[in-house]
């Protein structure tokens, strides 16, 4: 019995080591031998076994001699972070982006696709599935070396791995499973998560979030939705389900006669999204055929989205200007409310809205200055589209043993 204890935990102890190793060398890479013995203080033949050890599971290769410090030159070391390989699928309403990244979590290489607006999510899918396969052809990357998938997708988490429902009245994506369908195409392990939680992380890692510990990102998209930061994490709630903005009630009358429907659009969502936008503008535009609503869209009112309505308020278009400030004032109601609640340090926008850049500032800053007790710093994401790429990379990598599962 006594023995059997000591040997687990013998066994412990060398894990912990080699786990520490590891992580040191993926830190600062790349290392000598003595520089793995100084910082992580472990003694010098414990090193050169678990070094020993690390280079025969292939996590850790030698690259070459070091500079000498009065004796022989030193070998250094570093991560194989080209051992196995990563791919992210964000997967949006209308196209798609699939990266494939290192073990380090670098981006080595990114492709794009558009999506037909009448195909159902197995096509979308089949589209993501295509440019997996182009790019890894074309990086001459062997399907054994894929590690795992990260999918990053919009919507409601409802039923896990169902979550996807590309809007309201398109019913025909209902049921479909996102993280089946590539487990099964691919035979790896599929993680799919939240883009806009992801793309709060790709903010922290390397974004306008680098620096702070409290942060809020709103995501204006075809919907609206928000995730958020406290102390430097991101906080998922009860089912992954936390940040749904667009449920927010804007009144009384709202609130009594209204109820949360899963996948449909919520209260707030209503009167400000793209979706809201493009209705509104739509309606604007059918009252009056000469406004520059329609001209922007060549006098195609299917073309109307909530993109024509920024560009045409930029260019001076009362009406579509009357349409922002109206919206505008239900979002910026629900924005106070959330920054008296949370006090974040700063407040990210990303989606299709934050294109509009110092102009979608403009309609936000001057309404909620004096209705919150502490003001943010109100910030444009310069990561764009990239922010839930990156996101889903790192959080993929940091809910990953390497040590096991490489």
């Known amino acids: 019995m006594v ?32 520089d793995i013995v100084s910082i992580t203080g472990i003694s010098k033949p414990t090193v050169s076994n678990l070094v020993e050890e690390l280079l025969q599971r292939k996590a850790i290769i030698e ?203 919520g209260c707030l969502e209503k009167r400000i999204s793209g979706y809201a936008l493009q209705s509104k503008g739509v309606e604007k535009a059918k009252s009056n055929p000469l406004s520059k609503i329609l001209d922007l869209a060549h006098g195609d009112y299917n073309k109307i989205t909530g993109r024509t309505i920024f560009q045409a308020a930029m260019q001076g278009d009362q009406e579509a200007l009357e349409i922002l400030k109206e919206s505008f004032q239900y979002f910026n109601m629900a924005l106070a409310n959330i920054i008296n609640l949370l006090t974040p340090e700063i407040v990210i926008f990303g989606g299709g809205f934050s294109n509009a850049g110092n102009f979608l500032l403009d309609l936000i800053n001057d309404e909620i200055k004096e209705k919150v007790l502490y003001m943010p710093e109100l910030e444009i994401s310069e990561l764009k589209k990239d922010a839930s790429i990156v996101g889903a990379i790192h959080f993929l990598l940091d809910n990953t043993n390497l040590l096991e599962e490489i």
Request: hydrophobic share 35%; charged share 25%; glycine share 8%.
């Open 3 to 34: 023995k059997n204890y000591l040997k687990r935990s013998q066994k412990d102890v060398k894990q912990n080591n080699l786990s520490l190793v590891l992580n040191t060398i993926i830190k600062h890479e790349p290392l000598s031998r003595a």
């Open 63 to 265: 690259i070459g001699m070091g500079t000498s410090r009065g004796g022989r030159k030193p070998v250094l070391i570093r991560f194989n972070s080209s051992r196995r390989y990563i791919i992210a699928v964000d997967l949006g309403r209308e196209d798609c982006t699939v990266a494939i990244a290192d073990l380090k979590g670098n981006i080595l290489q990114k492709e794009h696709g558009e999506f037909d607006k009448q195909s159902c999510l197995k096509d979308k899918l089949m589209i993501a599935e295509d440019l997996i396969i182009h790019l890894m052809d074309d990086l001459k990357i062997d399907r054994t070396l894929l590690f795992k998938i990260t999918c990053i997708a919009p919507g409601i988490y409802v039923e896990r791995g169902k979550e996807l429902k590309w809007s309201p009245e398109n019913t025909q994506n209902e049921g479909a499973d996102i993280k089946k369908y590539f487990e099964s195409e691919f035979n790896v392990d599929v993680i799919l998560n939240h883009s806009t939680k992801l793309s709060l992380l790709g903010e922290k890692v390397s974004g306008k979030a680098k620096e702070y510990k409290n942060v809020l990102y709103i995501d204006f998209a075809y919907g609206l939705g928000c995730s958020f930061m406290i102390d430097g994490n991101i906080y998922f709630g009860m089912n992954n389900s936390a940040g749904e903005l667009g449920y927010f009630y804007s009144n009384i009358q709202e609130f009594k006669k209204s109820s949360v429907i899963p996948y449909e659009f």
